[in-house]
């Protein structure tokens, strides 16, 4: 059994375990992500945000006055995609086709990219609903823009993903990259 065989199912066995981890410690993640939309939201608004002691909310005082929210559900965290890009890179990097270093950085990429699209993403639900109120940014914002920005950035990721996973390069087998 050689070693490169071990590092190689390790490395896909912790990208495995990190997948499930996010499915579950899910609320963890999310909460993160509210922190950091609050810090964002702050600075795009030019307006103080509170995040939730108590779950991954953000409030700010919106342009009329109105007191205003963004949840940040499970359906819109960035975990929902992460985690299976992760289990995915897990068995791509322990089947041994690609370089496991490769298929790593290509994950960590991706996810980075996943988190700013769906940071940007409720900066832009937050901008609509000060703007405009909640039932025009819920319509527009959330399910119109949201999901073709959240589409959009998925597929951005993944393009981004396998790209650096396979060098970059057009000609010879992944294993040779």
């Excluded at 007191?67 to 940040?72: C, E, H, Q, S, W």
């Excluded at 975990?79 to 289990?87: D, F, I, K, N, S």
Aim: hydrophobic fraction near 55%; aromatic fraction near 8%; charged fraction near 10%.
């Amino acid at each position: 059994m050689k070693a490169s065989w071990l590092v190689r199912v390790g490395v896909g066995l912790a990208l495995v375990v990190a997948g499930v981890a996010i499915y579950v410690w899910g609320a963890g993640i999310q909460t993160a992500e509210s922190r950091i939309l609050a810090v964002l939201v702050s600075w795009a608004l030019n307006h103080p945000t509170v995040p939730a002691t108590w779950g991954p909310v953000v409030f700010w005082n919106g342009a009329q006055g109105q007191l205003y929210g963004l949840d940040i559900t499970p359906t819109c965290s960035s975990g929902r995609v992460a985690a299976p890009l992760l289990l995915t890179a897990g068995a791509l990097a322990a089947v041994g086709r690609l370089r496991w270093g490769r298929v790593v950085l290509a994950a960590l990429i991706a996810i980075g990219v996943i988190v700013a699209i769906n940071q940007a993403r409720m900066v832009m639900i937050a901008f609509t609903i000060n703007r405009y109120g909640s039932e025009d940014a819920s319509l527009y914002a959330h399910t119109l823009a949201g999901s073709l920005v959240t589409v959009a950035g998925v597929a951005a990721s993944l393009a981004i993903g396998v790209r650096v996973a396979f060098g970059g390069k057009s000609k010879g087998s992944p294993r040779e990259l």
